[in-house]
Nanobody
Framework: QVQLVESGGGVVQAGGSLELSCAAS????????MGWFRHSPGTEREFVAAITWSGLSIVYADSVKGRFTISRDNAKNTVYLQMNGLKPEDTAVYYC??????????????????WGQGTQVTVSS
């Protein structure tokens, strides 16, 4: 069992930056692929970014490519999402998720086994 706790959300003006963190419990964290998703009212949950256990394979949604960076520190059981150039349309609850089964990244939320409680990111115009 893995527990995930996100932090780092908040309110920021358009063009600003935030760094989200996702702290994981459990000694198997370093073997799991990790992903970030987001959800805002009236929309479906949206894939944001994912990273393999080694950090060597990373994928981003087109909407965040060039602005967001996903990374991980397996020694700290933590995955990060650095968000730069934030836009009002980035406003959402951001969730991290762990995939215990795959060696590659997945953009499909159904492939993830564990989820955090989410952290709110609000970008004002």
């Amino acid at each position: 069992q893995v527990q995930l706790v996100e932090s780092g959300g908040g309110v920021v003006q358009a063009g600003g930056s935030l760094e989200l963190s996702c702290a994981a419990s459990g000694r198997m964290f370093s073997s799991y692929a990790m992903g970030w998703f987001r959800h805002s009212p009236g929309t479906e949950r949206e894939f944001v970014a994912a990273i393999t256990w080694s950090g060597l394979s990373i994928v981003y949604a087109d909407s965040v490519k060039g602005r967001f960076t996903i990374s991980r520190d397996n020694a700290k059981n933590t995955v990060y999402l650095q968000m730069n150039g934030l836009k009002p349309e980035d406003t959402a609850v951001y969730y991290c998720a762990a995939d215990r089964s795959r060696s590659e990244t997945s953009t499909d939320a159904r492939d993830y086994d564990y989820w955090g409680q989410g952290t709110q990111v609000t970008v004002s115009s």
